[in-house]
Every structure is written in C-alpha cells, then in structure tokens.
C-alpha cells in the first residue's frame, strides 16, 4: 500500500471556532454592467442593451474606467462569498486582459470571456469579423502566458443578433482548436427570440428552425457549451 508523506503538504489546523464552506458559483456575470447595476427595469431587452448596456460598454475602451470598475466587481463577489465566477468583459481586448489580471491579483477562480460581436451594434462598440477573432487570439494567447491553474479564457460570442454566421464558424474553430468552453445568451426573452430568428428565414435557413439549432449548425453547441438563461427554451431544443 502506498504511503503518502503528509510532511510535505501544508496542514492548517482549524480553530474551535473555524470552519470550512464550500464557494458559491456565478455562472454568467456581465462584470462592465456593474457600472450601472439597478438601472433599466422598466425596459424590455433589447431596448435596455440600447439605452443602457451598449452607450456604458463601449466606454471600456478606457482600460483606467475598466480597472476601476473591474476592481469593484471582483472584490464584490469575493466579499459575498463568491469564489468561481464566469464573466463576459467587453469587446475591447486590453480591457479584458485587464479583468484577468484583477482577478488573478484577487485570487478568484473564474473563466473570462472577451465578447465578439460584428453586426447589429452600435458605431462606436462594434468590431469587424477579422478583428473581433484577431483579438480574441490575442486574449487566449495572454491568459494561456498568465499560467494561472484559476483564470482561463472562454469563447464569448455575446447572442446571435450580434455575430454574423462567418464570426460564430471562426470562433467555433478557434474552441476547439485551443480545448476551450464557450459562453453566450440563449433564449432570454421572446422578443429577443422573436428578432433573433429573423436573421434566418426558413426559406433560406431550413436547417434553423431555433435559436438552439442555429448555435449547433455553427459548431458551437457541445459538451464545453453553457448558456445564460434559457428561459424560453422549446422542447426538440432542450
């Protein structure tokens, strides 16, 4: 039977008043949108990323604004126990860098998303499709150099509105080629639905019958895959 030296690891000893508790788990944190948290509750959402969520995000170019309220952020949910978060950042690649770092500092566990979006944004908070994934490898390339085991980047493609199909076939070539999970919105609200799936007209997308389907067409749906909300789900999609 193999003998395992316990000289070698480190021993805490608990005091009569200590104890341990496991972390709670946020899977899906906007961490830009703590800017504004409380805001917008009497909008629908696709007119609360317009008036709210889009004009607030695009100003996280500023990586001195971004610090600021990435800080906020992370220590927030560590104070609130918790210790495992996922997070969308924003599309501005230096910003995001700037997240990992935080968190790193912080001692967090978390998977950090740069988001991706090439179409149906505003003019000032909108990428092209070749350097939406030009600056997502720089995001992989500089998290995999942080050689942090508790920080790892996840492929953020924000919903379908946003990302054109030729953006979502890269970014799904882009997850498997570097073994990484991916993140979006799925099935949030029915005007969201609704409007999603115009980009897709059965006469010319047969194949696209739901927002699920759409996701699975461009590679994208698979055992890495976990999608915010998916309230409003269809049951050939679940």
Known sequence: ??????????????????????????????APQYEFTGTGYNLQLLDWLDKCTFPTE???????????????????????GTTTASYFATIHVESAIELCKIIAQCGQ??????VNMDRESPDN???????????TEKF???????????????????FLPTCTDE???????LAKKKGLKTQ????????????????????????HQNCTQVFDKMGLLNEKTYMAHCIHLKEEEL
């Not at 316990?6 to 008043?17: M, P, Q, R, Y």
């Not at 695009?58 to 609130?80: C, G």
């Open 58 to 80: 695009a100003k996280f170019s500023d990586v001195q604004l971004a610090s600021k309220v990435y800080q906020s952020v992370v220590k927030r949910t560590i104070n609130n």
């Open 109 to 114: 566990r978390a998977l950090v998303g740069k």
């Open 184 to 207: 979006s919105h799925l099935c949030e609200q029915l005007g969201e639905v609704g409007y999603t799936m115009n980009f897709y007209p059965s006469d010319q997308y047969p194949s």
């Open 1 to 30: 039977m193999k003998q395992f030296d316990f000289n070698e690891s480190d021993i805490h000893h608990l005091k009569t008043s200590q104890f341990l508790m496991p972390g709670f788990v946020d899977t899906h944190l906007h």
């Open 125 to 135: 908070y909108i990428e092209t499709t070749s350097s939406s994934i030009a600056d």
């Open 140 to 158: 992989i390339e500089f998290v995999e150099g942080m050689k942090n085991p508790l920080v790892e980047a996840v492929i953020t493609p924000r």
């Open 167 to 173: 953006l979502l076939k890269q970014l799904a070539e």
